[in-house]
């Protein structure tokens, strides 16, 4: 059971599942990534302000979830909940773990994913304040997904039906919850060819690391290997002296 009525429902994959699923080059680098991504979530996540139940809704090997679930514990006052995706489609395991936190006590839901690093915690209290009131709220990525969805959980009944993984589900789903407040457009991270402006988007904003780390991932994959150097020699151009690495053959 949940400690309150509203729960941040995280739908994710872990590092190494995300890494073989997703066709981002290198899959360690990958698995670097997605674990950098992990811990952006969790930093926005304990700073949210709102009293909400965490629940991670996880697809990976099961020591590997719970291992993430650990993580996200030590890092994160409110509680955390570990729940395993099940089998079906993209669309009925959705369904199913809004239905679970629903019976867990939820009345109200926001949806994230761990790989929108540009997320923060006001973007989920907004969310979870407007939801509470009875609003909702979508916040749309470029692909015609979404990068967050919430609601007063009834509204999402019915979700397993909408067109998952298509351009046209972000639509979908806004028709389905009713009218909503839309949120600004995010980027999130589902192919390479989302990864050259999320690099230098957060290089501008001083998240050195993580956009370093993009940047090695799209130059190891091999059928952009030419557009991995050129944003490889620019970004690095950008970067302050002292965090640019060797040069490369």
């Known amino acids: 059971m949940l400690q309150s009525d509203r729960a941040i429902l995280v739908f994710a994959r872990t590092p190494g599942c995300e890494a073989e699923h997703k066709p981002l080059g290198d899959v ?5 990534v997605h674990e950098m991504l992990l811990g952006r979530l969790r930093q926005a996540l304990a700073q949210v302000h709102a009293d909400a139940d965490v629940v991670l809704v996880l697809d990976g090997a099961a020591a590997e979830c719970e291992a993430v679930a650990t993580r996200f514990r030590a890092e994160i006052e409110a509680p955390v909940h570990l729940a395993r995706q099940s089998a079906g489609s993209f669309g009925q395991r959705m369904a199913r773990a809004v239905a679970q936190v629903q019976a867990w006590g939820a009345r109200t839901v926001v949806l994230v994913g761990a790989d929108t690093p ?12 407007r939801a509470e009131a009875g609003e909702s709220v979508i916040g749309p990525s470029a692909d015609g997904g979404f990068w967050l969805a919430a609601a007063p959980v009834a509204r999402f009944d019915g979700i397993e039906v909408l067109p998952w993984e298509t351009d046209r589900l972000c639509a979908a789903l806004g028709f389905r919850l009713g009218p909503c407040h839309t949120l600004p457009m995010l980027a999130d991270l589902d192919d390479v060819s989302d990864i050259r402006g999320l690099a230098d988007r957060l290089a501008c904003a001083g998240d050195i690391l993580l956009a370093r780390a993009l940047v090695a991932l799209v130059s190891s994959a091999t059928q952009v290997a030419s557009e991995g150097r050129v944003l490889t020699r620019s970004l690095l151009v950008a970067l302050p002296a002292e965090h ?3 040069p490369a053959a």
């Open 28 to 32: 360690r680098r990958a698995r670097r």
């Open 244 to 246: 640019r690495g060797p």
């Open 118 to 129: 540009e997320l923060t915690a006001h973007h989920v209290d907004d969310a979870l304040r």
